[in-house]
């Protein structure tokens, strides 16, 4: 499984419904997440690809899409 | 070796619910309720100032304790919303208790201001015995009741709490603290003088879902306590959804978490106290397990406070209620 898709899983699972929103869209800005889907979506992420996100990475902007994600999880593996 | 002597608190009489608040801001009042958790807040008359607010919460902590203003020795005074860029409220605080010349602290630090204060005062107590440590706060005025700052402005409330720190005995002894700031994300919610409050809120609750239970289990672990053991958390009154999560992470029931969100709304460096006062009076004077206040707010600033049952021994005289 690629890293997209394990990225598309977990927005879904936080999501609650079987979304695949464009690579480039926010994905608070659209609504389909809300701000405490974020921290839940970066605990996932370090479980998911066994990374740590550390606190001065904490900025939405890094979490935004899932492209934003691919890249930030790309750059932490 | 500090305790928490006594607690008190204030709130305006002005109840502001969602059905009257929701036209200022452009919205359903069911919609606020659903996305807040909040049902109603306090909004200051005209004519109060933070100070005003501040005297009034210390007043009554000082008479449920059962101590005279003439035996604070400090005054600690958390507020991010006083009306004067200086003087900040804490010596009007200590002129409307009649004690001039006690010395007074501002810290201007919202949101968490009070529990800085706190952590302060425990190591101030030494050499001052009373310490007053008030957390003020006016924030219907520092926000924008209107549909462009709605998600914002919403979420705020008006009051004040206070706590007596005394090194002459208390019901609660002080038995550790945890401070932590972090200015890289002081732009995510910040108050200019000339322009509404402004929050980043999906910055902040980031940093707040994962630092708030951080700083409460590092304290817990470093003496020796599981989050089972606390009899109660005492958190900011920023967002139940929060309260929520802090609650999750360190896998301790949620009804041990005091709220009273709902009817004050976010009252900034004084919820904690607010929360903490009226917790107290429920509780009665007899403390039974461990207790933890923790906040987290603008800066960034963060942390906790562990407070233990304090023996009889520490137990002071004269409370009256």
């Known amino acids: 499984m690629n890293k997209r898709t394990q990225i598309i899983e977990i927005i879904q699972r936080?999501?609650?419904e079987?979304?695949?929103p464009p690579p480039d869209e926010s994905l608070f800005e659209s609504g389909l997440l809300d701000s405490f889907a974020l921290a839940d979506m970066v605990t996932a992420l370090e479980a998911e690809f066994s990374i740590r996100v550390p606190d001065s990475d904490f900025k939405p902007r890094k979490f935004d899409s899932i492209a934003s994600i691919e890249a930030y999880v790309q750059s932490r593996s | 070796?500090?305790?928490?002597r006594a607690l008190g608190c204030y709130l305006p009489s002005r109840v502001v619910d969602n059905a009257e608040l929701a036209p200022m801001v452009g919205a359903d009042?069911?919609?606020?309720?659903h996305v807040t958790g909040i049902?109603?807040?306090?909004?200051?008359?005209?004519e109060e100032t933070v100070a005003m607010l501040g005297i009034r919460a210390a007043r009554d902590c000082l008479e449920s304790g059962g101590v005279s203003a003439r035996e604070v020795g400090l005054i600690i005074a958390a507020s991010g919303s006083g009306e004067l860029r200086f003087p900040g409220p804490a010596t009007s605080i200590g002129s409307g208790l009649g004690i001039p010349g006690v010395p007074a602290i501002d810290l201007p630090m919202a949101s968490a201001g009070s529990l800085f204060g706190l952590a302060l005062a425990t190591r101030l107590a030494r050499d001052f015995r009373n310490v007053l440590v008030v957390g003020t706060e006016i924030m219907s005025r520092v926000v924008k009741l209107d549909r462009a700052n709605r998600d914002t402005?919403?979420?705020f409330g008006d009051g004040a709490g206070a706590c007596l720190v005394s090194a002459e005995g208390g019901f609660a002894e002080v038995a550790d603290s945890l401070l932590f700031s972090d200015g890289d994300f002081a732009e995510a919610l910040k108050l200019h003088l000339d322009s509404p409050l402004y929050m980043d809120g999906r910055t902040i609750i980031l940093h707040a879902s994962r630092k708030l239970p951080r700083a409460i289990a590092e304290i817990l672990e470093r003496n020796h306590l599981k989050a089972g053991q606390v009899g109660v958390f005492l958190l900011h009154q920023a967002n139940l959804n929060l309260i929520t999560r802090v609650a999750q992470a360190l896998g301790a029931p949620e009804a041990r978490f005091f709220q009273n969100l709902g009817r004050?709304?976010?009252?900034?460096?004084?919820s904690l106290l607010i929360a903490a006062a009226e917790w107290w009076r429920q509780a009665g004077q007899r403390l039974e397990a461990p207790i933890v206040l923790a906040a987290f707010g603008a800066g960034l600033n963060w942390g906790a406070v562990l407070a233990a049952p304090a023996g009889d021994a520490a137990q002071p005289a004269g409370r009256t209620s």
């Open chain 2, 153 to 155: 402005a919403i979420l």
């Open chain 2, 1 to 4: 070796m500090a305790y928490l």
């Open chain 1, 14 to 16: 936080l999501a609650g």
């Open chain 2, 39 to 46: 049902e109603q807040r306090r909004f200051a008359a005209p």
């Open chain 2, 29 to 33: 009042p069911a919609w606020l309720s």
């Open chain 2, 264 to 270: 004050y709304g976010n009252t900034s460096s004084a």
């Open chain 1, 18 to 20: 079987p979304i695949n």
